[in-house]
């Protein structure tokens, strides 16, 4: 989130649109309710469905699934084309004004630089023009053919209205309510936030979809704004936690990345991340890198790590592909690749698409090793459950390992909120049985491994051997301990350029602001520094005080970075230092420093007159209509269609093959002839979550499989009529890959809808239930959905596949 939970109830206008908030986050969902009651504010929904939060929303509109970009980018045509933004937001605080190179294109549904063979971009001409002194640029007028607000308009410009209504099969009627109802709060004192989960997330452009939504709010000045942003309501109650930590496989904790093989050098390493200015003077925070590096390297390696040894840059994996993501990993088990297979909270089998690759992948393992507080349908692949489960165990020779542990109910810790805030809480009881905390299994593992390094060596022994191991229990690091290494402590005296002491050796560090690349300070996690310091755990704090009264509580918990709660605030101020509107005030100019409700995202001390950008983390200081070499796709989102599309073309892009598809996708040669086509498959599939069960796991509890004993499908009358099928009937959804049977929900809340020409109808598919559990067993939906991920995240593409509906 850029903004957090409390402050949805500053908004005006709630665009809750691919996410289910009602029914996924059912908890925050009560700051929406806030809003509409005590602001007025008023709720919007898009979704394939008519949903909970539809329920209570004054406006919905059903869409075809994986066409948000069309929407989306219409709407960004519309807000330009009727002179519906916030002019002096978009001039001062976004790139609008930058010039773009000149070789620089977009033809044919493909942007400039596309090596079809590899299916990857080369991004060298999506950037600025740079003068001579090396600054990006600019046209104050926003009228350069090639400044980047003509550009983007120029691209939009094919997202007309018409476009958009044959594309999405939403209505025109309600596709403009909605976008009238965005455009009103392109004024300052009014404010939308964007609500979003899994519903953007899940598709081969998922990435891009957000973007999207990042480029309306900076248009509309939304961005830095009380109850404004672009806010991703995450998944599991600590999954943010996960991402900060970087425990994906290409980064670091707290952002950083991983070199790739070429990267070999450490200064071209650091170098490339040390994001310089564009623009004169701009803070451009990432050009801190090397503090954040050297403070990692110390907390992991000790003394081990010296400048004359690069800080042990060489004990790091280098990233070359095939890469390490979960749809790449379990590819390569697929082709034999790997044979061992350490699976932590996670249930692959159930929970990953395309489930006869699965099975197949981990039938070819020598052993299996799952770390799970339940028996879970993957650490029981190998077992025939029927119909459900149809495997033959003799066949399968893959060793697997239960090793039981705690959930977070029984131990301490920190947990990370959507909100960025770290939340410290208290073991409620102890473990059952012979349960450990997963923490204690993997120091246990540690110790084995740096034992047989030490006894009976081996290849690459150096950063296991000089892994530091501060804790007191060598056996059980404490939470705390954990805690206090991430916020990091200064190895040396720390002081400033002024020579004034920051910090004593010894002592935790008091915020990012002090970390060093000289060797002198240890931070395990960046972005966590400032949540343990000499005062004591940050996380812990209770104080619920708001002095400005609008849900700004900076003595609850600790949010990340330095307990600011709402990112790129200095945009909620005008160039000139004062607030958009005094509701919406946020933080001020007060004559010698910046101050109001929030941490100031920005220097303390630079006056407005300054001028520089709010956007601290981007090299312009501005926010990024043109998303220059960041994203795989290409810097203005572009519509492709679902790797399985009911339409079977892509009418932005109907005359090139290449740009049906997302080109730059997560896609394997062997996953293509898995792909169905719309004449086999004609039924546009969709799959979510229902509040009753959470994943597998309250299938295994009594109460929740009362609530929801069976697995269901929802489909459209519509459907129904044409298959005549009636409520309580079964069906069986088939899919190029599998086949799911279940209770038919037949509803007027999923629509038939007109799509370029054609009747398309949808068909939902709860996510739950599988073949463990006390719930009625049952075929995992991930029978069905295809092995394709989104370029960037690799996230598979879960919301949109095709099916077929056959009545039982
Ligand atoms: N009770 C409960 N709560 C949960 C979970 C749970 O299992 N149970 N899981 C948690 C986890 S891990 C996560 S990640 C979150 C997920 O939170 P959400 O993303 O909100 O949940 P989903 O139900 O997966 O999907 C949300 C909606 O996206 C819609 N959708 C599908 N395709 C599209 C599309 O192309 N465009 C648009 N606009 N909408 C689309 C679906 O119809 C659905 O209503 O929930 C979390 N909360
Ligand atoms: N078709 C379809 N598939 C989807 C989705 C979808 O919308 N549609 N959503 C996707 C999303 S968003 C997600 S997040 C994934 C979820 O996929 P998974 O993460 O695989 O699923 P979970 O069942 O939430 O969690 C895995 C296991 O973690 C265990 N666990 C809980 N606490 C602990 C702990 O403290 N330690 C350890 N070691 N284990 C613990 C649980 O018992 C559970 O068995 O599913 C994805 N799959
Ligand atoms: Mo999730």
Redesign the pocket.
Known sequence: MTNHWVDIRNANLILS?????A????VGFRWVMEAKYRNNAKLVT????F?RTGAVADFTAE?R????IIFLGGLISHLIETDQIQHEYVRNYTDAALIVREDFGFHDGLFTGFEPVTGTYDKDTWHYEINDEGFARRDDTLQHPRCVYQLMRKHYSRYTLDMVETVCGMPRHKIQRIWDMVAETAVPGQTMTILY???????SIGSQIIRAAAMVQLLLGNMGMVGGGVNA????SN?QGLTDLGLLSNLLPGYMSLAQAEEQDYREYIEKRTREPLLPDEVSYWRHYERFHVSLMKAWFGDAATEANNWCYDWLPKLSEPLYDVLHTFHRMHNGEINGYFCQGFNPLASFPHKAKITESLSKLKYLVVMDPLATETSEFWKNYGEYNPVNPEEIQTEVFSLPTTCFAEEDGAIVNSARWLQWHWAAAPPPGEARPDVEIMAGLFHRLQYMYREEGGAFPDPILNLTWYYRQPAFPGPSELAREYNGWALRDVYDENRNLVCRAGEQLPDFGALRDDGSTSCGCWIFSGSWTEEGNQMARRDNSDPYGIGMTLGWAWAWPVNRRILYNRASARPDGTPWTREKALIWWNGTRWVGADIPDFPKQSPPSAGLGPFIMNQTGRGQLFARDRMAEGPFPEHYEPFESPIGMNPLNPDNPLAKNNPAARVFEEDRENFATFEEFPHAA??????????FWTTHALLNAIMQPEKFVEIGTGLAEELGIERGDRVRVVSKRGHVDAVAVVTKRIRTLQVAGKTVHQV?IP??WGFKGVAKKAHLTNELTPFVGDANTQTPEF??FLVRVEKL
Request: charged letters at 15%; proline letters at 4%.
């Open positions: 649109m691919g996410g289910n908030s029914e996924a986050h059912p898009v979704d394939p469905r949903t869409i699934t994986g066409t948000d989960a899994l519903g953007w997330t899940q598709h309501l995450r998944g599991h999954i969709t799959t979510y979550r229902l509040t009753e069960h959470f994943h939902g996510l739950h919301k949109s």
